[in-house]
């Protein structure tokens, strides 16, 4: 008798859970101009990897997704200044969990060095120095740049979004930029302007700095948000909707978080 009321407990507290969330808007945060994750497309809607993956989990979850548009670099301070409910995946860092929390990881990407071909250019300080190296605003890349290259002699130019970085980079105002490889392919190097340009060098990573992974973002003391999408997380990844997206603009890339314990992990 008492295992089966704690079963029909648990199983109102799940329907009360849902019939909350039901109908429910959600405000995300957004920064379109970082395609093919977030973007316009041609009607001006907003679309890309991160924005059908988001998509699919309020789906899942039934609730509507509003998009506010934002730089990225502004994201943050809107999400705690409760203009939105949550942000777009953006990495877990250490640096970040000092402000807000984190839902379970939707995927990872590595940080490279983009370069024109024939550069002989590196992800390196000693061979970055005078050489103007393009970030975006904001982002791990920035933070990496600042640490560990600007004291070094390297010039970092901060921009406030990556299209703007492709078309200096293409003009030759930048010798070259750090940033997530992915974005870069689809967004720079597999386009008419980046021909010159490949990826230079290793993956830059640092253990303090950088996450494994991309994960929302929401602040510290709304839990109901973080379950929420956790389980619209898990939801899209147990009946392949997140594989199919992911397929879509990435073909086979693995782009999945390899770790032992990956649902406490961006917590």
């Known amino acids: 008798m008492k295992i089966m009321k704690l079963i029909t407990f648990a199983t109102l507290a799940l329907s009360c859970h849902a019939a909350l969330a039901a109908g429910e808007t959600l405000r995300v945060g957004a920064d379109l101009t970082y395609p093919p994750f977030q973007f316009r497309d041609s009607s001006g809607k907003p679309a890309g990897f991160e924005i059908d993956i988001t998509n699919a989990v309020c789906q899942a979850m039934q609730v509507k997704c509003e998009y506010v548009v934002s730089s990225f670099d502004a994201e943050i301070p809107s999400l705690l200044a409760k203009k939105v409910d949550f942000i777009s995946p953006l990495g877990a860092t250490e640096k970040r969990r000092k402000s807000i929390a984190f839902s379970d ?149 693995d782009m999945k978080v390899h770790q032992p314990e990956q649902a406490h992990a961006a917590q």
């Open 105 to 253: 990881f939707i995927y990872h990407i590595p940080t490279k060095l983009v370069a024109r071909k024939g550069s002989n250019l590196l992800p390196d300080a000693t061979v970055l120095q005078g050489k103007r190296i393009a970030v975006q605003q904001g982002s791990i890349q920035e933070m990496y740049a600042n640490k560990y290259w600007a004291t070094k002699g390297v010039d970092i130019v901060m921009y406030p979004d990556q299209d703007v970085i492709y078309q200096d980079l293409a003009s030759g105002r930048l010798d070259g930029a750090l940033s997530p490889a992915v974005a870069v392919t689809y967004g720079f190097l597999n386009k008419p302007e980046g021909k010159d340009f490949a990826l230079v060098g290793p993956e830059v990573r640092d253990d303090v700095l950088f996450s494994i992974g991309s994960a929302y973002g929401m602040r510290k003391e709304d839990e109901k948000t973080r379950k929420l999408l956790n389980e619209g997380l898990a939801k899209i990844i147990a009946d392949g909707s997140w594989e199919k997206v992911k397929q879509h603009y990435f073909g086979d890339i």
